[in-house]
């Protein structure tokens, strides 16, 4: 086959590469949190928030890891070692075959020994030529991966060149020597001889290929198409030997580097395919599961270290796992122990001291650092990975500095000056976190975080910036062009009203401006957050600048939005006042409580029927395990529940200790307690203590639910809650056939015998309904909606009774159950609507409709009847304020008739006794509708009004607003 050549040029020409459109890239949709967000499963980077959609599929899977099936770890290497250990007259072939797979069961000391042995043994049977080649590589690979790296240079030197594959590789290998100590010319000089040498020949065999591979990779740094050669030549070597195991997984970690899971998943897992025991495919796949978020990242993690317990690249990855837990204890533990592996290993050396820096440990995370800076002073992953570490524990301006210490020692680390243009971003330092990224893709175009996100800065230019201030605090607000003259009317206020509340609790002025961002399209969202499209979240806070969702991006009751702001706004407080420095799970638990604080009754996450499942199963986590519900969920929804059981534990600490208590732990965590410390000093209590307390609150709290999950009827499926803890799963029947004799038999058997079975009343009551018996099935109904009073999700006894008193037309019963679940769920989108229309149809209560729809304004603003219904509420009511703000609102989404939505403005404005205001706006009408002969008149009013040097009319004639949309 005909090959182009590799490009040999060594002066960079990253700035001719353009952007396109913006690729996609998978990212499992959930939160984890990250930063501080409305949900996230994005592990790489988690994030603070409220969770909102759950990488379900992804959950299931780790049912159903393949990993789980297989026989133990290195079976198959061990007993092929022992069958070729039992040959009487090995080949040479046969003891490098012993030695590739010591090498893969982590036993390089043996290496050593056998391979001496084989070398001290008659000449004749000293491998010659490429199978010498081969002995040397392994050698230098078994000193290198114990620490002893002058030995491993040493046989490095002697054995690199092009005389065989091995030779090849060794040449690889020595220049990332060269480049750990400094010289990266002389690395860069070694690793462009192996594109020479693919210039230079006709054909390669597939060792030969990935070797060159690897070259390219390296070198993409100095020219990003030599990413693409990479690809090129690894790809050539799987044309020549399909199946080449190398080949495979060093393509798929290479699409991981550049954030591309979709490319690397195939062949990743085609490699597993293959060999689902080797470790650096193991490792792969880990590094893919940890980038897609996917819970099966430890099982793989686990599979590495079963085969090789002192497996340094698997022993880092773990720590970083740990570190994501805020477990920093055991992850300085795992960090050391790589170290007793490889002494020198920097990546080992690098999570050993942010494992320490986490914990406040200075002078040790100094040791660390001088070590590694003494051995390769031009080492810039070490701060990096502090870097990212920082990020993943909420420390964003550690992250920008440790990003820019890398940068410092090494302009050419792309990683760093990428991660510093990102944390810039994230601290609100917009031009210079561009100018970062701007420098980070000329070097390398095929980094798709980086890409994505100079591409939403492009589409951001184009948003509206609205600056104000309130509360004695400064702000921006930047919204889509598309929302912008929609929302920022609603976010002003609402910010106004967040900020002067959380103020006053936390006793704490954040770093200003605050900037608020908001995002019509969710995927520019999720660029924003974390540089890739597909997170689930909502809302993320990094203190001082908060992202989220705008309502367009999601569908009518998907989510609420204001209780998403007023949630990411206390982000900034908690973390402010604890230095960035308050455990996930408490911010989050804070996030939630607050939002219970807030506008309206009824905001803010509610109990769940799988939290008291769980509850009653004892399956919630400890403060101890807090965390892993966060970063590391084992089941669908269990982020969400971790959200609420942590809003409960900072309810529980302001009802029985105090708010000052909570502030004094807070506090602490600024000055660098731990959570273990600072329960002991404020509370008396150990973590295990406070958690049997703690739990048995709970349970009075939840009694009455509790009656109907202690002992769920494993055969009865209508009775169970649903696997996603979207609620339980009875439903109304859709027919009284749907059920046999001998089921309705048992299910008024156990609601007789167990009137305090949640599940059986639901279940009974339903079948009643289905029978027309409504008399009888209200009695189980309301007994089921008593027992659970505080969940108003789907299936609940709220909703089975809206459906009862809808068939039986009874309007004061369906409005008072549809008002509860008003009152208590905030994302009701339709609830809010027919119980606001049924008040209108009504004609009563005026004062509660127009608070239903204020409150469906934060859940879906996006409907004009709505908007135009509260301006007539709200003038009606003389509340000016808000009859103006309804009346933009309607105007902002288009009416039919633009100047009658104008006229109709002016009157409520004249009517707010804001003339000039109202002058405007029938002016415009009339530039649209010349003829607009209401509008011509009521100019001549204000005119009149003006030349009487009046502000306002004192007590104008009430025009009503139009109702039809058009204009005389």
Not at 587 to 613: A, C, K, M, N
Request: charged residues 30%.
């Amino acid at each position: 086959m005909m090959r182009g050549e590799l490009r040999r040029d060594r002066e960079a020409i990253a700035g001719r590469c353009a952007r396109g459109p913006r690729p996609s890239a998978s990212v499992a949709p959930l939160i984890a949190a990250l930063i501080v967000v409305a949900g996230s499963w994005w592990t790489a980077q988690p994030l603070l928030g409220q969770d909102e959609e759950e990488a379900a599929a992804g959950l299931e899977l780790a049912m159903q890891d393949p990993l789980a099936g297989l026989p133990p770890a290195g079976a198959a290497y061990r007993a092929e070692l022992e069958r070729l250990q039992g040959l009487n007259e090995p080949s040479p072939g046969d003891r490098l075959r012993q030695l590739e797979l010591l090498r893969r069961l982590g036993r390089h000391e043996e290496i050593l020994e056998r391979s001496a042995e084989w070398l001290e043994g008659d000449a004749a049977d000293l491998p010659v030529g490429a199978e010498r080649d081969r002995l040397a590589l392994a050698r230098a690979l078994a000193f290198e991966a114990l620490g002893r790296w002058q030995e491993a240079e040493a046989l490095l030197a002697n054995t690199a060149g092009t005389g065989s594959a091995a030779a090849l590789s060794a040449t690889v290998e020595l220049g990332l020597a060269r480049e750990r100590d400094g010289d990266r010319q002389a690395a860069h000089e070694l690793w462009f001889r192996l594109i020479d040498f693919y210039n230079q020949r006709d054909r390669l065999d597939a060792d030969e290929l990935v070797a060159v591979g690897r070259a390219c990779r390296l070198l993409g740094g100095t020219d990003p198409n030599l990413f693409q050669d990479a690809v090129k030549a690894l790809d050539e070597a799987l044309n020549a030997s399909p199946g080449h195991l190398e080949a495979l997984w060093r393509m798929g970690a290479l699409f991981v580097e550049k954030y591309d899971s979709g490319q690397a998943r195939p062949v990743i897992e085609q490699a597993m395919g293959i060999d689902p025991d080797h470790p650096e495919v193991l490792l792969a796949l880990a590094e893919l599961r940890h980038f897609d978020g996917d819970p099966r990242t430890r099982a793989a993690v686990d599979r590495v270290l079963e085969l090789d317990p002192g497996s340094v690249p698997a022993l880092v990855l773990s720590t970083r796992l740990l570190l994501e837990l805020e477990d920093h204890e055991e992850a300085e533990a795992t960090a050391r122990r790589a170290l007793e592996r490889d002494p020198r290993s920097l990546p080992a050396r690098s999570v050993l001291a942010a494992a320490l820096f986490l914990q406040g440990d200075r002078d040790g995370f100094r040791e660390q650092e001088s070590q590694v800076l003494e051995w390769s002073p031009r080492y810039a992953d070490f701060y990096s990975q502090l870097a990212e570490t920082s990020v993943q524990n909420r420390l964003y301006v550690e992250a920008r500095d440790f990003a820019d210490r890398g940068v410092e020692i090494d302009p050419q680390s792309w990683r760093a000056l990428g991660l510093r243009g990102m944390n810039r971003l994230r601290l609100g330092e917009m031009q210079a976190g561009r100018g970062d990224l701007e420098k980070a893709f000329a070097a390398d175009p095929f980094h798709v975080w980086n890409k994505n996100t100079l591409d939403l800065l492009d589409e951001m230019d184009d948003f509206v910036t609205s600056r104000f201030e309130a509360a004695g605090a400064r702000f921006e607000v930047v919204v889509d062009t598309r929302d912008a003259e929609l929302l920022v009317p609603y976010v002003e206020s609402l910010v106004t009203e967040a900020y002067t509340t959380l103020r006053e609790r936390y006793r704490f002025e954040p770093q200003q401006p605050i900037r608020i961002e908001v995002f019509s399209d969710h995927q520019d969202f999720s660029v924003r957050t974390v540089g890739l499209e597909g997170l689930g979240a909502l809302g993320v806070s990094f203190g001082s600048l908060v992202a989220m969702d705008s309502p367009s991006a999601r569908g009518p009751g998907d989510f609420n939005w204001g209780t998403t702001l007023w949630h990411e706004l206390a982000h900034t407080f908690t973390l402010g006042v604890t230095d960035n420095r308050i455990p996930r799970w408490l911010t989050e638990g804070l996030s939630v409580h607050e939002e219970r604080q807030s506008r309206f009754t009824g905001w803010g996450d509610d109990v769940q029927p799988q939290f008291v499942q769980m509850l009653a199963d004892g399956e919630l986590y400890g403060l101890r395990e807090i965390n892993s519900g966060f970063v590391r969920p084992e089941f669908p929804n269990q982020i969400a529940l971790s959200y609420f059981q942590a809003s409960l534990i900072a309810e529980w600490i302001e009802r029985n200790r105090g708010w000052d208590t909570m502030l004094d732990i807070l506090g602490g965590y600024a000055d660098g307690l731990d959570t273990e410390e600072l329960w002991q000093e404020h509370l008396e209590m150990t973590l295990e203590e406070f958690d049997e307390v703690f739990f048995g609150w709970l349970r009075q709290r939840y009694a009455g639910a509790l009656g109907g999950f202690s002992d769920p009827d494993e055969d009865d499926e209508a009775s169970q809650v649903t696997a996603s803890g979207d609620g339980p799963a009875v439903h109304l029947r859709p027919s009284a056939g749907s059920s046999s004799p001998e089921e309705r038999d048992a299910a008024r058997a156990a609601a007789l015998e167990r009137p305090d079975d949640l599940r059986a009343q639901l279940r009974w009551g339903t079948m009643l309904v289905e029978q027309a018996r409504y008399d009888e099935a209200e009695l189980f109904l309301s007994r089921a909606r008593d027992l659970f009073p505080e969940y108003a999700g789907p299936g609940s006894g709220y909703h089975a009774l809206v459906e009862l008193y809808d068939r039986t037309r009874r309007s004061d019963e369906l409005r008072r159950e549809l008002r509860k679940i008003v009152d208590i769920n905030e994302f009701s989108y339709q609830e809010h609507v027919r119980y606001a229309g049924l008040l209108r149809d009504a004609g009563i209560e005026p004062e509660v409709e127009a608070d239903v729809l204020e409150r469906l304004m934060f859940i879906y603003p996006m409907e004009p009847v709505h908007h135009r219904r509260l301006a007539e509420l709200s003038r009606q009511q003389r509340r000016w304020d808000l009859a103006v703000r309804e009346q933009r609102a309607f105007l902002a989404l288009g009416p039919p008739s633009v100047p009658q939505a104008r006229y109709d403005l002016a009157l409520t404005l004249r009517d707010a006794g804001r003339p000039e205001e109202a002058r405007r706006e029938v002016l415009l009408a009339l530039e649209l509708a010349p003829d607009f002969v209401a509008a011509q008149e009521l100019l001549l009013e204000l005119l009149e009004a003006s030349a009487a040097g009046s502000s306002a009319v004192a007590e104008p004639p009430r025009t009503p607003l139009s109702r039809s949309g058009g204009w005389q």
